[in-house]
């Protein structure tokens, strides 16, 4: 598993990737919208459905049974699809997913930011560990109007 958490327009995530030996990954990547997306769960299918969002979300969502994504939108909101599309919003200010998603909640409602939590969750959650990586949101582009 892993923990993805977001707040206050930043998304974190621990790199580890365990199977039956553990990696570093990327976990969180961001949208063209200016938008990040983190992944936890199933890593191949977590990547996979990522991807289909980094690259634009044409044609049909890839299957993502036993992956969750946990999707923040240059607007702040918080969005998660869990085992498939399409995502839905969340009414919640901070989120987190993962092995480590309870004790992340706990510590941003207690004034941790996103990486502060995920950097906590790693000290005691044995599928969440350093180094952490943050994104945050960047305002949508600006759409040029036709003259």
Not at 17 to 25: E, F, G, K, P
């Amino acid at each position: 598993m892993t923990t993805v958490a977001a707040k206050a327009g930043e998304m974190a995530a621990d790199t580890q990737c365990t199977w039956d030996y553990s990696l570093r990954v990327q976990k969180v990547f961001r949208l063209k919208d200016g938008g990040v997306v983190g992944i936890a769960g199933n890593a191949g299918r977590g990547y996979a459905a990522a991807q289909w969002m980094v690259n634009g979300e044409e044609g049909e969502p890839p299957k993502m049974k036993g992956a969750s994504l946990l999707i923040l939108r240059p607007d702040g909101s918080l969005w998660v699809a869990d085992d498939e599309f399409p995502a839905f919003p969340l009414l919640d200010k901070e989120a987190a997913i993962g092995s480590g998603a309870q004790a992340a909640m706990l510590a941003m409602r207690a004034g941790a930011s996103a990486g502060d939590a995920v950097k906590q969750v790693a000290k005691i959650d044995p599928y969440t560990s350093d180094p952490v990586q943050m994104l945050k949101i960047e305002p949508a582009p600006k759409r040029r109007r036709a003259k």
